[in-house]
Nanobody, 126 residues
Framework: QVQLVESGGGLVQPGGSLRLSCAAS????????VGWFRQAPGKEREFVAT????????YYADSVKGRFTISKDNAKNTVYLQMNSLKPEDTAVYYC???????????????????WGQGTQVTVSS
């Protein structure tokens, strides 16, 4: 069984950057991919980005497109989320999980993700 651990969160000023890491232990990542979701206080968990390496495609929420980049380092068994031009509305706990499509909704549905990490807090504030 794989365990995913997120890191790299913190406090950053608007316009700043952070790079989140999602490291896998126990085995390598699934053959499909990994996604990032986030949850702000009082809000539901929402999709941020997914790297489906079985197809080579990456997907982003409209709210982060052009600012965030998801990537993978095979040697380190780690997936990254590079976040640039951060905004206060990006403040949330960020989670990574393995993408295993089996329900409707594809990469947008959190039901298609397993082995969620514990999350890392990102706070964007001046």
């Amino acid at each position: 069984q794989v365990q995913l651990v997120e890191s790299g969160g913190g406090l950053v000023q608007p316009g700043g950057s952070l790079r989140l890491s999602c490291a896998a232990s126990g085995r390598t990542f699934s053959s499909y991919g990994v996604g990032w979701f986030r949850q702000a206080p009082g809000k539901e968990r929402e999709f941020v980005a997914t790297f489906n390496w079985s197809t080579g495609n990456t997907y982003y929420a409209d709210s982060v497109k052009g600012r965030f980049t998801i990537s993978k380092d095979n040697a380190k068994n780690t997936v990254y989320l590079q976040m640039n031009s951060l905004k206060p509305e990006d403040t949330a706990v960020y989670y990574c999980a393995e993408y295993r499509p089996r329900y409707s909704g594809g990469y947008l549905s959190d039901r298609n993700y397993d082995y969620w990490g514990q999350g890392t807090q990102v706070t964007v504030s001046s």
